[in-house]
């Protein structure tokens, strides 16, 4: 386990760098919100250059980035009504994947995924501005607000303050954690049974 004091910051001046992938070749690729939107890409040194969308039908507000073969890179985009999967090429031409399931426009997207069969999983979401959970059943348009207890204080009603500082906790007073390694391997092989699954058509048994 890194210690806190090895840990360095890398890059500046990026612009709300929610999703972080690491590349074989030592780059750093982040979404980025400049402009019309797009990804920041960096170095080992800590310089940042930007690959921005040139032809987008809307500001691109990029949240889960991933990457595809011959270069283009899938944008999750956060948007303020519509989201959806974009696609933005090495020439900054940008193009919809995924915008609408059964002619109903997709939500703001939070991530996206593209697994070793090309299968793309996705994420969304509804944000109003003061910390309210929705939920919307599939092919419908009616929102259902979720209720649960919650406090009108801080960043994100201080969930990333209470993340931040639960995490601080365990890795210098060696508190617990709420999820342990052993829960996340769990749901690995949970998510690699469905894939087996699916692929052999049977039903796979497990063991947790």
């Given at each position: 386990m890194a210690r806190l004091d090895e840990i360095k910051f890398i890059g500046s001046g990026l612009n709300r760098p929610e999703c972080v992938l690491t590349h074989q070749s030592g780059l750093l690729i982040t979404a980025d919100w400049t402009d019309s939107g797009g990804i920041s890409l960096v170095g080992q040194d800590g310089v940042v250059s930007r690959l921005l969308a040139k032809d987008a039908p809307r500001q691109m507000r990029p949240n889960g980035v991933a990457l595809e073969p011959g270069g283009s890179v899938l944008l999750?985009?956060?948007?303020?009504?519509?989201?959806?999967?974009?696609?933005?090429?090495?020439?900054?031409?940008?193009?919809?994947?995924?915008?609408?399931?059964?002619?109903?426009?997709?939500?703001?997207?939070?991530?996206?995924?593209?697994?070793?069969?090309?299968?793309?999983?996705?994420?969304?979401?509804?944000?109003?501005?003061?910390?309210?959970?929705?939920?919307?059943?599939?092919?419908?348009?009616?929102?259902?607000?979720?209720?649960?207890?919650?406090?009108?204080s801080g960043f994100g009603r201080d969930s990333v303050y209470r993340l931040q500082r639960h995490v601080i906790d365990h890795l210098v007073n060696g508190g617990p954690v709420a999820n342990s390694a052993q829960d996340y391997i769990a749901n690995l092989i949970i998510e690699d049974s469905i894939y087996r699954s699916a692929t052999s058509q049977c039903v796979q048994e497990i063991s947790l």
């Amino acid at each position: 386990m890194a210690r806190l004091d090895e840990i360095k910051f890398i890059g500046s001046g990026l612009n709300r760098p929610e999703c972080v992938l690491t590349h074989q070749s030592g780059l750093l690729i982040t979404a980025d919100w400049t402009d019309s939107g797009g990804i920041s890409l960096v170095g080992q040194d800590g310089v940042v250059s930007r690959l921005l969308a040139k032809d987008a039908p809307r500001q691109m507000r990029p949240n889960g980035v991933a990457l595809e073969p011959g270069g283009s890179v899938l944008l999750a985009d956060l948007g303020v009504e519509d989201g959806g999967v974009w696609r933005l090429h090495s020439d900054g031409h940008v193009e919809p994947v995924i915008i609408d399931i059964a002619g109903h426009m997709l939500p703001p997207t939070n991530f996206v995924l593209r697994d070793i069969e090309e299968r793309l999983w996705i994420t969304v979401m509804r944000l109003d501005g003061y910390g309210n959970l929705f939920e919307r059943a599939l092919r419908s348009n009616e929102w259902q607000t979720i209720t649960f207890e919650k406090s009108d204080s801080g960043f994100g009603r201080d969930s990333v303050y209470r993340l931040q500082r639960h995490v601080i906790d365990h890795l210098v007073n060696g508190g617990p954690v709420a999820n342990s390694a052993q829960d996340y391997i769990a749901n690995l092989i949970i998510e690699d049974s469905i894939y087996r699954s699916a692929t052999s058509q049977c039903v796979q048994e497990i063991s947790l």
